[in-house]
């Protein structure tokens, strides 16, 4: 089993920046994907960004050059840095980690980001 805690979201005013965490416990060994989604109202869960299998990432269009993800393996937790941020980005963030060879993911609990003024 992995266990995911998100943190770092919170209430920002459009344009501003926030970054979340995903801080991954137990057995880590067997992940081999992370990434990021989000929730918001009324919506379904979409694709955010993620590692790809040869250390590259990978982005949704709608976040492309305003969201980073980035990881410190020495902590075992994964990062999305979040920049320019507009109304339409709130939503509840989840971190997602996989064994893309058994099929086997986790999710985090999730993180509610709200940017308004």
């Known amino acids: 089993q992995v266990q995911l805690v998100e943190s770092g979201g919170g209430l920002v005013q459009p344009g501003g920046s926030l970054r979340l965490s995903c801080a991954a416990s137990?057995?880590?060994?067997?992940?081999?994907?992370m990434g990021w989604y989000r929730q918001a109202p009324g919506k379904e869960r979409e694709f955010v960004a993620a590692?790809?299998?040869?250390?590259?990432?990978t982005y949704a269009d709608s976040v492309k050059g305003r969201f980073t993800i980035s990881r410190d393996n020495a902590k075992n937790t994964v990062y999305l840095h979040m920049n320019s941020l507009k109304p339409e980005d709130t939503a509840v963030y989840y971190c997602?980690?996989?064994?893309?060879?058994?099929?086997?993911?986790?999710w985090g609990q999730g993180t509610q980001v709200t940017v308004s003024s």
């Open positions: 997602n980690a996989a064994d893309i060879y058994s099929g086997d993911y986790y």
């Open positions: 137990g057995s880590i060994f067997s992940i081999n994907a």
């Open positions: 590692f790809t299998g040869r250390g590259g990432t």
